[in-house]
Structures are given as C-alpha cells and as structure tokens.
C-alpha cells in the first residue's frame, strides 16, 4: 500500500500518527491501494479523526484533527481502528447513500439519519473486534 503523511507542523507528531497506522495497515481492504493520512486543526472539540473514501479510486484518506493528541495512546489507536472500520463498509454505505438516500426531502434526511446511526454502531463494533483480535483488550 502506498501511504503519504501530509499537513503535519510537527514531525514528533507525524511520527506519533505514523507508529500508530503502521502496525493496522493490513487491516485495510485490498480495495485501498492508496492511504493519505493528514493533520488538520479542528475548531470542533468533538472532531478527533475522520475519514474521506474512494473505492472506486482505490484510496482512503484519513485525516486527524488536532483533538486525536489530547487522547492517550490507546484511545487514539481505537480511533484509528474506526477509521479503518469505515473502509471496510464504505462500497456498501456509499451505494445506499446514492441509491436511496440522497432525496431533498424530509424523509430522505429522516432516513439517512437513521442509516448514519446504524452504520456507526456498525463501525464501533467492528473497530472493536479488530482491537480484540490484534491486541487481545475487551
């Protein structure tokens, strides 16, 4: 896989970003031949980390946002397991989302919530059975 680290101030900080991803890069799905990890301040205090997929072009961008360091270690590994999560669902969640969901209406914005909701319990799930399975933590 080719990773890139870009918008990183601080190499202590790309480094500390780049120690955590290493180890979970063959966790991502075969699909990504292209992962861009890059730092980007946050004004939103909840905002820790995010991803942004293409499937299509075969490359996943995962982007961390200045909150990602007020997290210990582990807590900023279960994040990152999230992101990856989220590969793993994204071909299925991006074809509901353009088939079904991308109405105007109430309802269509009604029903992508509720999807939003059921995919994220999807991906907590998901990032923590691969936390289980690689680290052996519950």
């Not at 992962?35 to 499937?55: G, N, R, W």
């Not at 088939?99 to 509720?114: H, I, N, P, Q």
């Amino acid at each position: 896989m080719n990773v890139r680290y870009l918008y990183f101030e601080n190499p202590d900080r790309e480094r500390e970003v780049c120690d955590i991803v290493t180890p979970l890069l063959a966790l991502f799905p075969t699909w990504c031949e292209t992962l861009i990890v890059q730092s980007k301040y946050a004004s939103d205090t909840t905002q820790v980390a995010e991803v942004f997929l293409s499937p299509r072009y075969r490359s996943a961008t995962i982007v961390v946002s200045t909150n990602f360091y007020e997290h210990d270690r582990d807590q900023q590994h279960r994040e990152m397991l999230h992101e990856i999560a989220h590969t793993w669902l994204a071909p299925v969640t991006d074809w509901v989302t353009k088939r079904f969901l991308s109405g105007d209406d109430d309802l269509s914005a009604e029903r992508m919530e509720e999807f939003t909701e059921r995919v994220e319990s999807t991906v907590e799930s998901l990032s923590l059975a691969m936390s289980v399975a690689i680290r052996g933590d519950s």
